[in-house]
């Protein structure tokens, strides 16, 4: 079977010739295998971070649920911006460009409080307070931010990452998050308007409504729909989550399993009562990636024996631990441990826990691949 067979039969709930391999290798591995500075790939799309996963993917011969990597927008989705805002270089070291957006209104130019952190060996960290860097509010010097290739994020440019994967897996894009609250500032708000939170959750739901008639309106429809939002359960508490996001993923959920298409939800930190939550009231298809603790709360067997005949699960070895600071026989002895508490019966997906590291060695990853093609019999 090629990979994207493998995980179309695992979807379905059937049984394929081998337990898929689908390791986290989201950023900072394909990122690392082009050789060039991160910021190459981040800020100047040089190439984007989704075409280096795809050839990440085609290196170590995964089985890639390339779940919502590609930014998909559409212009109807656009809002205009009544500022004319540029973006310029404030910084630049050996280790990181500092890029702060402006716009000149009547001659004088104004500078926005944040920017966005782009690294040499690292992921950019975005929209960070000036006050906690060293710079001041208003650079001194900057430069134009020039050479930024142009990519095309809608439709035509996801038929075009599509057909780049071809038969390496399957390509999500984004619906819907699981997160309603993401940082301190949402969680503020929160307390201090509850008149506002039936509203929030119901505009929540039109939103996704509409972003799911125009995926399903697109020439080459996506694989399957992502629902989830990296640290759900830990900005925002089950029940602030059952009130506000809740409505909106489930509705999403149910209009793809009337259209037939898959539903993936990617949570990392804890997670055991979504996967419950999720597995009993919805029909979501497959959910990640199943920390361990500290990071997360999920034990794979019980999961498993509670929920493996309702829902895929798709985890969950540790990124440092067995990942990143493990033997190649460390991971051969967990991806082993993963099949026999998850596999027998079908819908499960070998695959790591958040993200493995930018260091995590190759022959780790391709222990887990390879583990999975002997081993992982269901």
Aim: proline fraction near 8%.
């Amino acid at each position: 079977m090629t990979p994207r067979e493998r995980l179309i039969t695992v979807l379905k709930g059937g049984i394929p010739d081998c337990v898929p391999a689908a390791p986290d290798v989201s950023n900072m591995i394909p990122a690392r295998l082009t050789g060039k500075p991160f910021w190459d790939l981040y800020l100047y799309n040089d190439p984007p971070i989704w075409e280096a996963y795809i050839d990440c993917a085609k290196h170590f011969d995964i089985d890639s649920l390339m779940d919502g990597y590609f930014p998909l927008q559409f212009a109807a989705e656009s809002r205009p911006t009544a500022l004319p805002w540029e973006r310029f270089i404030v910084q630049k070291t050996p280790d990181r460009i500092v890029v702060q957006g402006s716009y000149n209104e009547n001659g004088k130019r104004h500078w926005a409080d944040r920017v966005d952190v782009y690294y040499a060996a690292d992921p950019p960290t975005m929209g960070v307070p000036v006050s906690k860097t060293n710079l001041p509010p208003e650079p001194k010097r900057y430069e134009p931010l020039d050479g930024v290739k142009p990519v095309d994020c809608g439709p035509d440019g996801f038929k075009r990452v599509k057909a780049l994967l071809g038969d390496q897996g399957l390509v999500g894009v984004f619906v819907v998050s699981t997160c309603a609250l993401g940082n301190t500032e949402a969680i503020y708000n929160y307390y201090d308007h509850p008149e506002l939170h039936e509203q929030w959750a119901q505009e929540r739901v039109e939103a996704a409504e509409r972003r799911f008639k125009l995926i399903m309106e697109m020439e080459t429809p996506p694989d399957f729909l992502c629902v989830g939002g990296s640290g759900t359960l830990v900005f925002q508490t089950v029940e602030i989550f059952r009130q506000l996001a809740f409505p909106a993923v489930r509705r999403v959920i149910e209009l793809a399993t009337e259209a037939s298409i898959p539903t993936h939800l990617h949570a990392c930190g804890p997670e055991k009562e979504l996967v419950k939550i999720m597995a009993l009231e919805t029909g979501l298809t497959v959910i990640d990636p199943l920390e361990v603790p500290p990071m997360g709360d999920c034990n794979l067997a019980e999961l498993k024996r509670l929920y493996g005949d309702k829902i895929t699960l798709k985890g969950n070895l540790h990124t440092t631990e067995v990942m990143l600071r493990g033997s190649v026989e460390d991971v051969v002895r967990a991806s082993k441990q993963a099949i026999d508490d998850a596999a027998e019966g079908g819908r499960f997906i070998l695959s790591t826990g958040d993200q493995c590291g930018r260091d995590t060695p190759d022959e780790n990853i391709r222990a887990l691949v390879e583990t999975a093609r002997t081993y992982g019999r269901y």
